[in-house]
């Protein structure tokens, strides 16, 4: 966009979530299930987490009712990798020659993306952008960012240099005030700002833009414990491979892949063959695998990471050292996701930390 | 549009059973033209409802298309054995970094073999022995398990016209009178002009590690011998993880790589 228009308020989600809607949009949000924020379809703002938070630890995540606001949660098992990255998907079926099914990439806006999510997007297009696929969700994204205000105590953004606000790769992005409750709106994209104007709205005054930067500053703070010194890390990480940390990690690691699953960047897949019984065609599916399972690696029958102690390190690893000779950058965004769904707890901060 | 996960149908042209327990088939496309190759690279082949392989390419058909051997190990490569003339199989690719041929230009060339790991040898093979003159004293060492296991036995008759070719075997049958042990002995034989010599090395990687480390103690500079690593390759794309090694994602930052890149990774367990 040539210029960024000045920030506007809006006082509900509702008009928003409609416009999509009427714009063809599928409209995904966050929303209470099972105890948890999880990614579903949304046909109102009654839908969200109004007045839910979350106590976010190692191995331990709980949701609890307090305050107002719409977005006052940190990052949730979801990510935009839902749909970006199906969990499963069909590759073609084969009955004499291939037969590929349509690309299933319906427009979908995604709502309550934080900058850390965003950054993560960013990371996989460097990764999956060689995939017609991916690349075709990709463009049926429609993003709507939120500056977070209420990082857990695993979060890392400011580490990561990805959060707490964001800064690009969305089409619009709020940022969530209280007292009164509002939301200061900016585009990221033409086609946010024509959403933007289309919604009732009203012109933001400097105590708004105040209240916005104060947002970001008491997030900022939140994280001030856990801050690391990201640069050396590469390095550091690459003269640890035969570090006597990585056992003592395996002896809690369950190997479980809990955190590749929920990590917004992990992209490890396999494929599954199959018949279909009622025409006899032959189907691919691919699906999400991890390099934390034991058949990852198989080669002739045996794991080249036999030992759940090189899976883990070839997972850490990955993520901080070997993903920049990949890709010119961390395969890390700092969500804390790993940590919170791990069930040993295991804190990949401060493993890191021994590490170095 | 056809997507990079979706093999193209190929079919059977003619299929060989050979002598060392694995089959050599020869892959045209069902339509068009199949793409050209570089020695080295491997494509994926599909067999319909089992499952997808890298196999190594070993060169064109008589006809065109890709002469591909495999061995029957797992569930893919045995209904890939099966599968008789006619049949149709799905392939994608060329795949993977090449044997770089002109790195070894005017110079002595040695080709080191270890079982199947002659077949994606073989395009190296042939390129130098099409072009003689442009390299210097060519050599090829042959390891196999039993005289039996040495792939196209008759292409190295006929490679004894270029190469000083020198085979040993684990197992010896009555009739073997060549040399029995590692092929590490036979590196320790030949005469080696280290600052002339380039090393194209492939087979079970403990045997290419330690081929790697006889021709660097005999001088040959790691970085003028190029190995073909072997990962879990499952989508040949950078895309599904499986085949990292380190920074590496061996179906596009190899197969194909010098050992001065691989030996600091090769030699970490388990990495």
């Known amino acids: 966009m040539d210029k960024q228009p000045n920030p506007v308020l809006l006082d509900a989600l509702d008009p928003l979530i409609t416009a999509l809607r009427i714009g063809g949009f599928r409209v995904v949000g966050p929303t209470v299930r099972d105890g948890v924020i999880r990614f579903a379809e949304l046909s109102s703002a009654a839908e969200s987490p109004t007045g839910w938070t979350d106590a976010q630890e190692p191995g331990r995540y709980r949701l609890r009712q307090e305050g107002e606001l719409v977005f006052g949660y940190a990052a949730s098992p979801d990510s935009a990798k839902r749909y970006t990255h199906p969990p499963r998907t069909t590759l073609f079926r084969w009955d004499k020659g291939p037969i590929e099914p349509e690309i299933d990439a319906p427009p979908t806006a995604l709502i309550g993306l934080r900058a850390c999510d965003l950054a993560a997007l960013a990371v996989q297009d460097r990764v999956l952008g060689g995939s017609a696929a991916y690349r075709a969700r990709r463009a049926a994204l429609f993003l709507v960012a939120v500056d977070c205000a209420t990082p857990s105590a695993v979060c890392f953004c400011t580490s990561m240099g990805t959060g707490p606000k964001a800064e690009a790769g969305f089409d619009l992005a709020l940022t969530e005030l209280s007292e009164p409750h509002r939301f200061l709106a900016r585009a990221g994209s033409e086609r946010g700002a024509e959403i933007l104007a289309a919604l009732p709205h009203r012109a933001s005054a400097p105590a708004d833009l105040a209240a916005a930067a104060d947002v970001t500053r008491t997030a900022t703070a939140r994280m001030e414990p856990r801050r690391f010194e990201l640069d050396g890390v590469k390095e550091q990480v690459a003269a640890a491979r035969t570090s006597p940390v990585w056992e003592e990690i395996a002896s809690r690691c369950l190997t479980c892949a809990n955190c590749t699953i929920v990590c917004p960047t992990c992209f490890c897949t396999t494929v599954e063959d199959g018949t ?3 025409d006899g065609a032959a189907e691919r599916v691919e699906r999400w695998d991890s390099c934390f399972t034991f058949g990852f690696t198989e080669l002739g029958g045996e794991p080249v990471r036999a030992s759940g102690a090189a899976r883990y390190r070839q997972w850490l690893s990955h993520k901080f050292s070997t993903w920049v000779d990949q890709f010119g950058e961390y395969g890390c965004v700092g969500c804390g996701r790993c940590v919170t769904w791990c069930p040993a707890g295991i804190d990949l901060v401060e493993e890191l930390e021994r590490l170095r | 549009m056809t997507l990079e996960m979706t093999p193209i149908p190929y079919r059977v042209r003619s ?16 339509e068009g033209l199949c793409p050209t190759f570089e020695p080295g690279q491997f494509t994926m082949i599909y067999a319909p409802g089992v499952g997808e392989i890298p196999i190594s390419i070993s060169g064109r058909g008589r006809f065109g ?16 054995c099966r599968i008789e003339a006619g049949d149709l199989v799905g392939v994608r690719g060329p795949y993977g970094t090449p044997f770089d041929m002109g790195a070894s230009a005017g110079m002595d060339v040695i080709v080191a073999a270890g079982g199947l790991g002659l077949a994606p040898l073989r395009p190296v093979i042939r390129e130098l022995a099409a072009h003689p003159g442009r390299y210097g004293r060519l050599t090829l060492l042959v390891g196999a398990r039993t005289p039996s296991g040495v792939l196209y036995p008759r292409e190295l008759a006929r490679w004894a016209r270029h190469f000083d070719i020198r085979v040993t075997v684990d197992r010896p049958d009555d009739k073997w009178q060549g040399p029995v042990g590692l092929i590490t002995h036979l590196v320790d034989q030949i005469a080696i002009g280290p600052r002339r010599t380039y090393a194209y090395v492939c087979g079970p990687e403990i045997m290419m590690r330690a081929t790697a480390d006889a021709l660097v103690r005999r001088g040959v500079p790691a970085g003028r011998i190029a190995l073909s690593l072997e990962r879990n390759m ?7 993880g499986h085949c990292q090694l380190g920074p590496l994602f061996t179906c596009v930052d190899g197969p194909v790589v010098t050992y001065d890149h691989a030996a600091p990774l090769l030699e970490v367990p388990q990495l």
Do not use: N
């Open chain 2, 65 to 80: 298309g890709y002469v591909q051997t495999i061995r029957a190990a797992g569930a893919v490569s045995r209904a890939l």
């Open chain 1, 276 to 278: 279909d019984l009622s």
């Open chain 2, 234 to 240: 499952k989508c040949g794309l950078g895309h599904c």
């Open chain 2, 15 to 30: 299929r060989r059973a050979d002598r060392a327990e694995s089959v050599t088939l020869t892959l045209e496309p069902a």
